[in-house]
């Protein structure tokens, strides 16, 4: 049964992280890891999104995680959003 911080239950329809680890998680913090890790669908929210337009040799989770200002700043070579220098 979920309580008033959304414990209890994991709102996660795919994850990496254990069952017991996810329901004893606040929903807030569920929705805060990269859908890559621990997928609620909530990543087009919060803005955790990829940038990248081509190839990336920096794992999904990283670059979900990453702000896009940081993601951006990466060459091309090897995290290709497009940039240019």
Same mark, same amino acid.
């Given at each position: 049964?979920?309580? #008033?911080r959304?414990?209890? +239950?994991?709102?996660?329809?795919?994850?990496? +992280?254990?069952?017991?680890?996810?329901?004893? /998680?606040?929903a807030?913090? #569920?929705?805060?890891?990269?859908?890559? +890790?621990?997928?609620t669908?909530?990543?087009?929210?919060?803005?955790? *999104?990829?940038?990248?337009?081509?190839?990336?040799? *920096?794992?999904?989770?990283?670059?979900? /995680?990453?702000p #896009?200002k940081v #993601?951006? /700043?990466v060459?091309?070579?090897?995290?290709?959003?497009?940039?240019?220098?």
């Amino acid at each position: 049964m979920q309580n #008033e911080r959304g414990q209890g +239950v994991s709102h996660a329809t795919d994850s990496s +992280v254990p069952g017991k680890i996810q329901e004893k /998680a606040p929903a807030k913090l #569920e929705h805060e890891l990269p859908d890559s +890790v621990h997928d609620t669908g909530s990543n087009k929210q919060t803005g955790k *999104v990829s940038h990248a337009v081509g190839d990336s040799k *920096v794992p999904q989770a990283l670059q979900e /995680a990453l702000p #896009e200002k940081v #993601e951006r /700043a990466v060459p091309n070579a090897i995290h290709d959003t497009g940039s240019k220098k």
